[in-house]
């Protein structure tokens, strides 16, 4: 009988929900949700994830300090947030893109982020 190979459990890393004082990092979590989102994970698996780690309050925050940061990223507006989505998920794409020597990839992933800073 073939033994399965144990999966890795998607969710936020224990190290990055809890500073060394005990309390939540915020900023910390907001970046762990964003690669979560990048991974594919939707709202809903997003947040049974944060629920189970900490309370609805956290979470908002959480969640708030994340759309800051993707707002920050889209040039503030509405739509902006969807364009600092696309673009950290461009950058992931050119990251594990360079990383198995894919430059056929990166070079797409570098000229859509050119795109959009053009936007």
Known sequence: ????????KKGISRKTQIAATGKIDIDAEAEAVLQLL?????????DKCLRAKMNGDKVRSVMAALVKRLERMGE???AGVVKGWCYEAYRKVYQRALSTDDL??????????ERLAEA
């Open 38 to 46: 990048l991974e594919g994970m939707n709202e809903y698996q997003v």
């Open 76 to 78: 503030e507006s509405e």
């Open 104 to 113: 056929g990839t990166a070079l797409r992933a570098v000229k859509e982020i």
């Open 1 to 8: 009988m073939a033994k399965k190979k144990a999966s890795k």
